[in-house]
């Protein structure tokens, strides 16, 4: 059973690795087998190595000026479902883009075992 301290501090550690582009920082959350669903039609990434490539290219390479506030968080058993709302600049459509995601984290010792990402998203033209 996770805690809702330890679902914060998942979830604290998430918006700050997405915010200062961390990698290292966000795979420490994951367990190493992990498997980490961006979109539910696609297959996931799974372990440290395919997430930090996938972060690295997503949010490193393409992102800058990110900003992220959890909004809810809802801990059930080993399961953590989270709110937020998230902005970032995107270097490769050059707009900003505003999202509202919601994750359910499936956790095993204290590690993120299986992350699922449903997020909605709206862009708007740099001026």
Do not use: C
């Not at 420490?28 to 690295?56: C, K, L, T």
């Not at 204290?110 to 992350?115: K, M, W």
């Amino acid at each position: 059973m996770v805690s809702i301290e330890r679902a914060q501090e998942i979830l604290d550690i998430y918006g700050n690795a997405w915010v200062e582009q961390d990698v290292e920082l966000v795979l420490s959350i994951f367990s190493e087998d992990a498997e980490y669903w961006e979109r539910a039609f696609v297959e996931p990434y799974i372990g440290h190595e395919m997430i930090g490539q996938y972060w690295q290219e997503k949010v490193v390479d393409e992102q800058s000026d990110i900003e992220f506030s959890l909004t809810n968080l809802l801990v059930s058993g080993d399961t953590i479902v989270a709110e937020w709302d998230a902005s970032v600049t995107s270097n490769v459509q050059h707009k900003r883009i505003h999202l509202r995601s919601v994750a359910i984290l499936e956790t095993a010792n204290g590690l993120v075992s299986r992350f699922r990402e449903y997020w909605h998203s709206e862009k708007f033209d740099m001026s």
